[in-house]
């Protein structure tokens, strides 16, 4: 089972996370992303290979190609990990200010 957090380690890779990109504006075939970054189609086919691991892309055979696209499924466990780093974020925030303004009246 991949975690929210392989899922965020996959996009570390400045490659993957350009590819990523770009299959959030469109679902796209291997070669048309080899034609749009600096890397080959063996080089691209293994980056879409660690991110449909991950479970953040899948894939379906249209006649001799692969369309890739991004999961909606892996993409949801993402934000869901992301809304509870952003939430914590917050409520230590909202505990800091709160410390500070007792501080002050004191």
Same mark, same amino acid.
């Given at each position: ?16 996370? +350009?590819?990523?990109?770009?299959? +959030? ?28 691991? +991950? ?26 990990q992301l809304d509870q ?22």
């Amino acid at each position: 089972m991949v975690t929210a957090a392989d899922k965020i380690g996959t996009l570390g890779d400045p490659m993957r996370r +350009a590819i990523f990109e770009r299959l +959030a504006a469109a679902p796209s075939a291997v070669g048309e992303l080899a034609d749009e970054l600096p890397v080959s189609r063996p080089a691209v086919s293994q980056h879409l290979k660690v991110l449909k691991d +991950a479970g953040l892309v899948i894939d379906r055979r249209n006649g001799t190609r692969r369309i890739y696209r991004l999961d909606p499924e892996g993409l949801a466990e993402l934000r869901a990990q992301l809304d509870q780093f952003w939430n914590q974020a917050l409520a230590n925030y909202k505990d800091v200010v709160e410390q500070a303004t007792d501080e002050e009246e004191q």
